[in-house]
């Protein structure tokens, strides 16, 4: 029904003028309904279910303020050198902004030939499926110092860790605190050849409520 103008309304009865208050209030009771539902869809939305369950001072006010709670992250282990028979430990430190999830492990290895100030530096391309694409006798080791965690009952060997096309995925996330240290133990058994070993540690950064109190623990 359209709006009446005022010189229509003038000219109404007053029973007619009741049926048009009904119909405007009929109408606004319509309106509002259809406002309240688009309200309860908007609270079930889970962005708004997340700022219900995090503290007050950590609610954002806006998408991009949630990566002040939560982001990506790498860690890498670089250019670990290890000749035939070598083992050499990497002390990884995460760093005290944030909390780091584990979530996976990407490596990449290289073969060292040639002689000083002439090195050639091959990739081992886990793609290619030959004798010299694989780093054999290489194996590592990996424990969280601060707590003494250990991940693994024996060293692993690194062909069994994930290529950067297919990573090697946590079963669970592994969370470490800020300053805490990532100790990888590595070996090289094989004869001949030597290795330069690089890791990448995916996951994310987290900041959580009491985490200066949780760093103290650690301390």
Avoid at 120 to 140: K, R
């Amino acid at each position: 029904m359209a709006t009446k103008s005022q010189q229509e309304l003038a000219q109404m009865t007053n029973e007619q003028l009741m049926k048009e208050f009904a119909s405007v209030r009929d109408k606004n009771f319509a309106l509002k309904s259809r406002l309240d539902t688009k309200e309860d869809i908007l609270r079930s939305h889970p962005l708004e279910q997340f700022k219900n369950k995090i503290p007050p001072e950590f609610v954002p006010t806006n998408i991009g303020s949630l990566q002040k709670l939560y982001w990506g992250y790498l860690f890498s282990v670089r250019n670990v050198i290890l000749g035939p028979g070598d083992a050499q430990d990497f002390v990884l430190n995460i760093t005290e902004e944030a909390t780091f999830a584990l979530k996976n492990i990407v490596k990449s290895i290289f073969v060292r030939t040639g002689v000083v100030g002439n090195y050639i530096y091959t990739y081992q391309d886990p793609e290619i499926h030959d004798d010299a694409n694989l780093a054999t006798g290489l194996s590592f080791s990996m424990m969280d110092s601060a707590s003494s965690r250990s991940f693994m009952s024996n060293p692993i060997p690194l062909e069994m860790v994930g290529s950067p096309k297919y990573p090697m995925n946590m079963k669970r996330t592994y969370g470490f605190l800020p300053n805490a240290n990532i100790k990888f133990s590595f070996a090289n058994n094989d004869p001949s050849r030597t290795y330069i070993v690089n890791l990448a540690l995916g996951g994310f950064r987290i900041r959580v409520p009491g985490q200066n109190d949780m760093n103290s623990l650690s301390s």
